[in-house]
């Protein structure tokens, strides 16, 4: 577990105050600090180190990474008065495919600029992606962070979005070499691909009735 403060970048009266603390479970500290850390010589020796050095380098870390975000908003690599108008496009077009399951997962107002996700009723994430992928269009379906997991997103599941909705997430990011002619591609063969994948189950429980008992 990891507790953050409530506001982003807090500060106190020597500066910034470290943004977050990692709270472990027992079994990851018996693999970091050995079987018998819970001995209490051992509880007590770990208690009184000295964690100066450790912190003063997460600080350094997190006042790098605000410089970082204050020269990426300064001089965006994602234009936003470009991207917007195309993200509008998506969104418009998974508002007309709701008559196909289609649902839009997100504020329309607090987001970023580049992203958009929905999820498909009767659908799945590797289906849609593959379908996706042989028109030569790239998409995702949930965070770099998540990659290879097979659980749903977790984001989706905070949002209280069940979990078969939820294995069916999409989402499409826009970067700096997007163009219109690529929405303009998605929204060409987005409509065949979700219906190609839900008529799959159907075929797949005709095939089942018609095998010998």
Do not use: W
Request: glycine share 8%; with cysteine.
């Amino acid at each position: 577990m990891v507790v953050k403060p409530l506001e982003y970048v807090a500060k106190g009266r020597k500066g910034l105050v470290q943004p977050a603390v990692k709270v472990r479970g027992r079994e990851y500290l018996r693999i970091i600090y050995g079987a018998e850390y819970t001995l209490p010589e051992n509880l007590q020796r770990l208690k009184v180190r000295g964690l100066g050095a450790k912190r003063s380098l997460a600080l350094r870390e997190f006042a790098l990474g605000l410089e970082a975000l204050e020269r990426f908003v300064r001089i965006p690599v994602f234009a936003k008065d470009r991207l917007l108008p195309l993200a509008k496009n998506l969104i418009s077009l998974v508002h007309k495919l709701e008559g196909c399951g289609a649902v839009f997962r997100g504020s329309l107002t607090q987001r970023l600029c580049n992203t958009v996700a929905f999820t498909v009723r009767g659908c799945d994430s590797i289906a849609l992606l593959a379908g996706l992928d042989l028109e030569g269009i790239c998409a995702s379906s949930g965070s770099a962070c998540s990659a290879g997991s097979l659980e749903p997103s977790h984001v989706l599941s905070a949002m209280d979005v069940e979990k078969e909705a939820a294995n069916a997430l999409i989402r499409f990011s826009l970067g700096r070499d997007s163009s219109l002619a690529e929405v303009q591609r998605v929204e060409e063969v987005l409509p065949e691909i979700i219906g190609r994948v839900q008529r799959f189950p159907i075929a797949r429980q005709r095939q089942r009735a018609l095998l010998p008992k």
